[in-house]
C-alpha cells in the first residue's frame, strides 16, 4: 500500500514508520519536527530511518538512504497546499494520523498548539482523504478522553462527554469529525485509543523517560498523587501491531446499529473506535520499581499531590479487538521496560 504516516519523527509514528517500509509498503513520512521536546532526539529518529538532518529541507520530500520505499517530508499538517500536493504526487492508499500536539500537562499552558495541529491540521487530513477516496483513515486518540469516566475497564461502547484537559478534548474532537466524513462521504475511518505507550525512543516528557534518567543521574523523582495511580501501560511494539492489522482492515458499516441506542464505537457509516492497552493496570510505584531492578539501584521519590487534568487509573477494555482482529497486547511492563532501560543507557551513552 501507499501510505501517509504523520508525525514520523515522533515516537509511534517513528516505530511505525519502519515497521510497514520493512514489510514492503511505499510510506511517506510527515513531521514539521516542532520544540515541543528535544529536536535532537526526532533527529535521531529520522536518522535511524535513512535522513541525515543535512538533506531534510521544509516543505520538500526525501528518500531514506536505508529504505528504498520510505520519503520524509518536513512540513507542517496546517499546509493544505503541501498536503494536496502529497497526495496529487502519492495517491495514497490509506493516512494513519499520529501528528498531534501531545501531553496533557502541557495543554493547560499552551492551549493554542492543541487546536492548530489538532484541530486544524486534522480537518485537512480529512479533506484530502475525501477529496482522493482513500481506503483507509486511521487516527490516533487518547485514553484521555475517557475523563471522569470511573467505570472500569474503560470500554469503547462508554460515552466519553466530560474530558479532563484541552488535549483530551481535542482527541475527542477528533473522533466527532471522523465520524462525520465516515457519514457523510462514506471515508473508512478508524479512531484508535492509546494507553500510555512506552519503550524505546520514547517520548522525554513521559513518566519512564524522566524516572531513569533522575535515576542515572541520582536525583528524585515526582510522584503524583503520592503513588496511588495505575496506567494501563502499553508497550509501542504492541501498539504498532494493533496499528497495523487497522491499516489491513478498514472499518465495514454496521447494519446493526440504531440511533434509538447508539453505540459510540461503531455507526452505520464505515467507522470504528478501538481501545488500544495492555488490559492489565499496573500499580505506579510497580512501574517504578521494575526501572530500579533493571538499574540494580533505589530511586529518590518527591511524593506530589495529583495534578490537574490527570486521572487517578487507566484500564482499556480490548474486546474489540479482540473480537475484529483476534489480537491483544501482551508485552510485560518487566520485560518493556527494561527494553527501554537498554536503549536509553545505549543511547545516551550511560551506565
Known amino acids: ?84 500536493r502529497l497526495f496529487n504526487e502519492f495517491k495514497f492508499d490509506c493516512i494513519v494520523n499520529l501528528a498531534a500536539q501531545a501531553g496533557v500537562r502541557y495543554s493547560l499552558i499552551n492551549p493554542h498548539a492543541y487546536v492548530s495541529s489538532n484541530i486544524a491540521g486534522f480537518v485537512n487530513l480529512l479533506e484530502c482523504a475525501r477529496k482522493f477516496e482513500l481506503k483507509n483513515f486511521v487516527y490516533a486518540s487518547s485514553s484521555s478522553v475517557y475523563g471522569l469516566n470511573e467505570k472500569m475497564p474503560f470500554n469503547t461502547h462508554d460515552s466519553v462527554n466530560h474530558p479532563i484537559s484541552l488535549y483530551a478534548a481535542s482527541k475527542k474532537s477528533n473522533e466527532l469529525m471522523a465520524h462525520t466524513y465516515s457519514h457523510l462521504f462514506n471515508l473508512p475511518t478508524i479512531g484508535l485509543r492509546f ?67 447508539p453505540d459510540p464505537a461503531a455507526s452505520k457509516a464505515p467507522y470504528k473506535i478501538y481501545n488500544i492497552g495492555n488490559n492489565n493496570p499496573v500499580e505506579l ?46 508485552t510485560s511492563v518487566n520485560d518493556g521496560v527494561a527494553k527501554f532501560v537498554e536503549w536509553y543507557c545505549e543511547h545516551y551513552n550511560k551506565k
Open 285 to 330: 510505584m510497580d512501574y517504578i520499581k521494575a526501572i530500579e531492578i533493571k538499574l540494580g539501584r533505589e530511586i529518590k521519590k518527591n511524593f506530589m499531590p495529583m495534578q490537574a487534568g490527570d486521572v487517578p487509573a487507566t484500564y482499556a477494555d480490548v474486546s474489540g479487538l479482540i473480537e475484529d482482529f483476534d489480537y491483544k497486547p501482551d
Open 195 to 261: 494507553f500510555t505507550v512506552y519503550g524505546p525512543w520514547g517520548r522525554p516528557d513521559m513518566a519512564l523517560f524522566l524516572f531513569v534518567k533522575a535515576a542515572l543521574e541520582g536525583e528524585a523523582i515526582n510522584v503524583f498523587n503520592y503513588g496511588k495511580m495505575k496506567r494501563d501501560f502499553t508497550y509501542v511494539d504492541d501498539i504498532v501491531k494493533g496499528i497495523i492489522k487497522c491499516i489491513d482492515n478498514p472499518p465495514k458499516p454496521n447494519d446493526n446499529w440504531s440511533g434509538l441506542e
Open 1 to 84: 500500500m501507499k501510505i501517509l504516516v504523520t508525525g514520523t519523527a515522533g515516537f509511534i509514528g517513528f516505530h511505525l514508520s519502519l515497521a510497514l517500509a520493512k514489510r514492503g509498503d511505499e510510506v511517506v513520512g510527515f513531521d514539521n519536527i516542532n520544540d515541543y521536546y528535544d529536536v535532537n532526539l526526532k533527529y535521531a529518529r529520522l536518522e535511524v530511518a535513512g535522513f541525515k538532518k543535512e538533506n531534510i529541507v521544509e516543505n520538500e520530500v526525501v528518500v531514506s538512504n536505508k529504505y528504498a520505499n520510505l520519503r520524509f517530508i518536513k512540513a507542517d499538517l496546517e499546509n493544505l497546499e503541501v498536503l494536496q
